[in-house]
């Protein structure tokens, strides 16, 4: 499934990114769990019935994501300066990990 770059994903998924990033970052896998994050993987924030995963987002970019895909535009105020350039807005964070999937 891989590689693809953070630039490949977003025109995959057809996602706005909320930033400019410095550049394409390689993504070596997808993680929906934080707690489970390795360096190189995208991490897709759901929404649950208590929360949003993307106030996980932080622990899982300091755990090495490369970036974000989120259903929640914009991210919250609390993390603004650390996801705004790593964060993929798409219409539903399932479909995005569906097409992933079927790519």
Known sequence: MFPLNTLQLAE??????LSSSP????????RLDSRLIKPGD???AFRG???????YAATALAS????VVTDQSPPPANSTSIL??????????TDALQQIARW
């Open 12 to 17: 995959l998924l057809r996602a706005q990114s």
């Open 84 to 93: 705004l350039p790593r964060t993929l807005t798409v219409d539903d964070t």
């Open 49 to 55: 019935q208590r929360q949003h995963g993307i106030e």
């Open 64 to 67: 090495g994501a490369v970036c």
């Open 42 to 44: 995208a991490f897709f």
């Open 23 to 30: 550049g394409p970052a390689a993504i070596t896998g997808c």
